[in-house]
């Protein structure tokens, strides 16, 4: 699939829900160098956020994406200013001692002491999309994978997918998802990217499955269909009246017997009161 307008893209796994009586951390990075990445507006962007047992190797990561990891929630939980979606390459090494699982305790103390990170928690009612069963059940499969089966090291082939995590590609046929043994909570993470509100799972499924959905997003079948109310156009630059129609992410999930629906849910906000733009230097 040729890519269109998103490059493979590599998810990191969800952590634990944070709590507002999360205690401040104090364990931090030996050393750690922030530099710019590519722009917030850019189309075309490749994101990777490794962790081996020594450092974190971080390509085109948000401030936000930093939060997420660092606070253990989801990114429709996060709000804060538009520079929250600024894009840095980050190279940090753990002390002494410190492991992979304590990387989001080190991330929390990089942004408040390099970003001047302050911030809240607020429990607000939104409007949400669950994902649930659909009438006639689940057509999901547990996987017969182990974690085993994806090596996860610093000498790891790119490409090779990573046990739990999603991987994007965007193409003519729209955007492709996939990933080995996906619990559906990171599924409703990663498609809530694609949507206007946030994707909760309300399925009651705990387990691990493999994944392969391809959909168009909405605002990619805006754009083929030339903007809002526009039409598609033909090959001669005319309507098109004979294109077939795309899937949608709610067509998508149909496959697995899973079903998306408007709700209200409380969801936990974390409130970002103060960000600096450019953190300290190295």
Known sequence: ???????????????????????????????????????????????????????????????????????GVKEFQISGPDWIRNRFDIEAKYPEGATRDQVPEMLESLLRDRFKLQLHHETKEQAVYALVVGKNGPKLKPTKLQASDYPDSSNRRPGTPVHGDMQMLGGPSGMHLTGPAVTLSTLCETLSRFTDKPIVDQTGLQGEYDIDLTFFPENMMLRMAGGPGGPRQGPDGGADTHSEPHATVFDAVQQYGLRLESRKAPLTMLVVDHLEKTPTEN
Request: net charge positive; hydrophobic share 50%; aromatic share 6%.
């Open 1 to 71: 699939m040729k890519p269109l307008s998103i490059l493979p893209i590599v998810l990191a796994a969800s952590f634990a829900a944070a709590t507002a009586q999360q205690p401040q951390s104090n364990r931090s990075f030996e050393v750690a160098s922030i530099r710019p990445g590519a722009s917030a507006t850019a189309e075309m962007i490749a994101i990777r956020m490794n962790a081996d047992r020594s450092m974190i190797h971080y390509v085109n990561v948000s401030v936000r994406d930093l939060i997420r990891v660092a606070y």
